[in-house]
C-alpha cells in the first residue's frame, strides 16, 4: 500500500517538475518517507476531530476510523496560498462496509473558521472553494464542485444539488488502493481529474490568492474510513507562503542536525528527526549526530524518571488516604459483617424451602383434589334442577284454595248487602 501511494506522488512531483512547477512545502504533507516526523501532528497543519483522536500513522493519517460511528476529522493549512497558478494533488482511500457512508471534502476557502470540521451538508455561509466526494443520490460515488461568495447558506439550502458546477460518477470505495484527486487552477479556469482521468473542468472559475486549504470528512450510522496519504500544493512562481523544494546540489554539504522541542506536549523529551546514512560524510558529522542522539535518549530517561517518581509520589499518598478512611470507618465494618451474616441466613432459609418442595410428590394430592372437583360438579349438575323445580311447587299456592277465597268474600259480600237492606227497610219514615 505504501508502495502505490509513494508511486503515485512521485509521479505527480515528475509531473508538475516537468511544467516548471515547485512544491509548497509548508502547504503539503505525505511527499517524504514519513507523513510525521513525530507521529503526533503534522508540520504546517492543525488536526482536529469529534467522537475520535485522528491517527497519524507513519504513511497515513486516519481521518475517520471504522468505529465507531458520526464521527468527524478534519485538516487545515497553518498558511495561507498567495499564487492564483496552483495545482494540488490528494491522494486518499474509502473503506467500509457494504451499506457504509460518508463524505470526505477538499476545501479552498477565505475563512477556515467558518467550516471547521463541518461537511458541506452543514455549513452554514463560506466563501471559496469546495469538492466533495460522497455517494449522493445512491449513485455509488460521485465528485462534485461547488463555489460560495459567502451569500448562499449551504446548510438551509433545499437543493444542494442545483449549486454544483461540475459533478462525475466515481466510485471510490473499497478499492483497496488510494485514490488520487488532482486539482488545477491557472488562467484557463478550473480543471479537475480524478486517477488521471477529466472529472470536469469550467472558464468560468477563477479563484483568488489569500485563501486556505483544508480537508474533512464525516460518517452517519455506518461509517466509512476516510485515510489521507498524501497532499501535495505545486505553484508555478515563487509568490507562495512557502519556499519551494529546491534540488541539492552534488557538491553541497548537508546541515548538521539540530535538536528539537516536542513544544505541542509538556515535558515532551528532546528528539532527532531521521538522518539518512549517505548524508553523513565526514567523521566530524557522524560523531555530532552520535552524541546528539545519545543525548536526545539521556533526556529521554531522565523524563521517565521524573515521571516514575511523580507517579510513585502520588500512589503513596492515594494509599495513606485509603488507609485514613479504613480506620475512620471501621464500624462500617461490622455493620457490613452483620448484613453478610443476615444475608447468609436467608440464602439458608430459601435453599430449605427449596429442597422441601423438589423432594416431596404432590401427585396424589393433586389428584385427590381434582376428584373431589369432579364429584361435586356432577352432584351439581344432577341433583339441582330437581331441587329447584321441588323448591317452586313447595312455595306456589294451591288453587282450589284461591277459588275457595273467592267465593267466601263474594258470600260475605252478599250477606252483608242483604243485612243492610233489611235495616233500612225497617226504621222509621219521616213524613213533612
Given amino acids: 500500500m505504501r508502495t502505490t501511494a509513494r508511486s503515485l506522488l512521485a509521479a505527480a512531483i515528475l509531473a508538475t ?4 512547477r515547485s512544491i509548497v512545502d509548508n502547504l503539503s504533507f505525505g511527499t517524504g518517507e514519513r507523513i510525521s516526523p513525530n507521529g503526533r501532528g503534522l508540520p504546517g497543519w ?13 504513511d497515513r493519517i486516519v481521518l475517520t476510523p471504522p468505529t465507531p460511528a458520526n464521527t468527524r ?11 492564483t497558478d496552483w495545482n494540488a494533488d490528494f491522494s486518499f482511500r474509502a473503506s467500509g462496509e457494504y451499506q457504509g457512508s ?3 471534502q477538499l476545501w479552498l476557502v477565505k475563512d477556515k473558521n467558518s467550516v471547521s470540521q463541518n461537511d458541506l451538508y452543514g455549513v452554514e455561509k463560506f466563501d471559496g472553494l469546495a469538492i466533495v466526494i460522497d455517494q449522493y443520490n445512491n449513485r455509488g460515488g460521485s465528485i462534485r464542485g461547488f463555489l460560495n461568495d459567502g451569500g448562499q447558506n449551504f446548510k438551509s439550502h433545499s437543493s444542494l444539488e442545483s449549486l454544483a458546477f461540475g459533478h462525475c460518477d466515481y466510485s471510490y470505495r473499497n478499492l483497496g488502493r488510494p485514490s488520487k484527486l488532482s486539482i488545477t487552477h491557472d488562467n484557463a479556469g478550473l480543471t479537475v481529474k480524478i486517477d488521471d482521468k477529466n472529472c470536469f473542468s469550467t472558464s468560468r472559475v477563477a479563484l483568488p490568492s489569500g485563501y486556505n486549504f483544508g480537508i474533512t470528512a464525516s460518517t452517519s450510522e455506518t461509517p466509512d474510513s476516510f485515510e489521507i496519504y498524501s497532499f501535495a500544493v505545486s505553484t508555478a512562481s515563487t509568490s507562495h507562503a512557502g519556499a519551494p523544494v529546491q534540488a541539492k546540489r552534488a557538491d553541497s554539504k548537508p546541515s548538521p542536525p539540530t535538536l528539537q522541542k516536542l513544544s505541542d506536549l509538556p515535558s515532551a523529551p528532546d528528539f532527532l528527526p531521521d538522518t539518512l546514512p549517505e ?3 565526514s567523521q566530524k558529522e557522524q560523531f555530532a549526530d552520535l552524541h546528539n542522539r545519545i543525548q536526545g535518549v539521556t533526556h529521554q530517561i531522565a523524563d521517565m524518571y521524573a515521571l516514575l517518581a511523580t507517579l510513585g509520589h502520588r500512589l503513596d499518598e492515594r494509599h495513606q488516604e485509603l488507609a485514613a478512611s479504613v480506620i475512620q470507618h471501621g464500624s462500617s465494618r461490622d455493620q457490613i459483617g452483620r448484613i453478610d451474616h443476615r444475608v447468609e441466613e436467608v440464602e439458608r432459609t430459601v435453599q430449605r424451602i427449596l429442597r422441601d418442595v423438589e423432594s416431596k410428590d404432590y401427585r396424589m394430592q393433586l389428584s385427590e383434589m381434582r376428584e373431589a372437583v369432579e364429584s361435586v360438579r356432577g352432584g351439581v349438575s344432577e341433583h339441582l334442577p330437581e331441587k329447584l323445580g321441588q323448591i317452586v311447587r313447595s312455595s306456589s299456592p294451591r288453587h282450589w284454595s284461591l277459588i275457595g277465597v273467592v267465593v267466601g268474600v263474594q258470600v260475605a259480600l252478599a250477606a252483608a248487602y242483604v243485612v243492610y237492606k233489611r235495616r233500612r227497610a225497617g226504621a222509621p219514615k219521616k213524613y213533612l
Avoid at 46 to 58: N, T, Y
Wanted: cysteine-free; overall charge negative.
Fill in 17 to 20: 517538475s516537468a511544467s516548471a
Fill in 46 to 58: 492543525s488536526v482536529s476531530a469529534q467522537g475520535h483522536s485522528p491517527q497519524i500513522l507513519s
Fill in 73 to 83: 476529522g478534519a485538516l487545515w493549512a497553518d498558511h495561507s496560498l498567495t499564487s
Fill in 102 to 104: 460518508g463524505n470526505l
Fill in 279 to 281: 548524508t553523513l560524510t
